[in-house]
């Protein structure tokens, strides 16, 4: 990819995140996880383990971006059951990397793209819930 196409796309994302709501931020980050898996499946079937190691590192750095940005005390159970299965993704990728296995990364992959699914369908109403929600429990504690 030419330069100028890479510097186009970044620009983008950048615009994309400075005016993002955070379901969008999380969106992105979903994105970008099955984007640098898919990469690693690449590196790994071309033999450059460089390479693969650089997009597993990416990808297991947004699962636990993901991870940490759970409300642990607002979200509950799905909170808890989400913190497992990215803890759950967290270790497949470490092996995947370890054992140059493209299975585990797409099995990765089908995990991270069924809960993207479920998040990409959350309708703008419930997205406001929330968003009131968080305000007035940050309100509370201030």
Do not use: C
């Not at 620009?11 to 969008?24: F, I, M, N, T």
């Not at 033999?47 to 971006?65: P, R, V």
């Not at 607002?74 to 967290?90: P, Q, R």
């Amino acid at each position: 990819m030419s330069y100028g196409i890479k510097a186009y796309k970044s620009v983008g994302v950048k615009d994309d995140l400075a005016v993002a709501d955070p379901h969008r931020i999380i969106q992105l980050l979903m994105q970008g996880a099955l984007e640098n898996m898919a990469k690693a499946k690449g590196h790994i079937e071309r033999k450059n383990y460089a390479g693969k190691s650089e997009a597993i590192s990416k990808t297991m750095a947004i699962i636990g971006a993901l991870q940490s940005s759970l409300d642990m005390k607002a979200g509950g159970e799905i909170s808890e059951n989400l913190y497992s299965l990215y803890e759950f993704m967290l270790n497949e990728l470490s092996v995947a990397s370890r054992e140059q296995s493209q299975t585990k990364i797409q099995e990765v992959m089908d995990l991270l793209l069924t809960i993207k699914s479920a998040w990409d369908q959350i309708p703008v109403v419930d997205r406001e819930k929330g968003y009131a929600m968080r305000s007035s429990l940050a309100q509370g504690a201030a």
